[in-house]
């Protein structure tokens, strides 16, 4: 368990630091693209790039987000339920989630094929784009990763007291 533990915080935070770096991208992209503006010069592809980049920003930190716990959970109604209640709605909204994610997963995959399949390129630069959206697909993969992860500490704990499961309040 603290194997998958691991290996699900260290792949999130590599995810998490290239969504970083995509984000720096965005920014470097945006302020080159303003000053060369103010030269008459501004960069023909620089919507187009940050778009992209902005696709990565948002999936590739997903999992990161849920294994630090830094999406808004309201619990004003489940915290007034029994342990075993919250655990069960955890539970369920675990597996919804992972429902969802596989199929945001595995729809984005697929047309990331078959943009790569037909070729299509992007209007400005020309370039394939496929490879973007195959980065929002494995940043969906990977929270799919994270609640599963989360699900089966959820379970492990509720069936072992001393098990490093899921704090429920």
Sequence with gaps: MKTLNRFNDNLSELFAI????????????????????????PLGPAYELVGFLGAITVSLPLGYAQVKKSHIAVDILSSRFSTSVRRFVNAAGLLTGSIFFTLASWQVGSFANTLRLTGELSETTKMAYYPFVFAVSAGCGLMVFCLVTDLINLIVASGDSKAPGLKVK
Aim: proline share 0%; charged share 10%.
């Design 18 to 41: 290239l969504g970083g770096v995509s984000l720096f991208l965005m920014m470097a992209i945006s302020v080159v693209n303003m000053a060369m503006r103010f030269f008459g010069k």
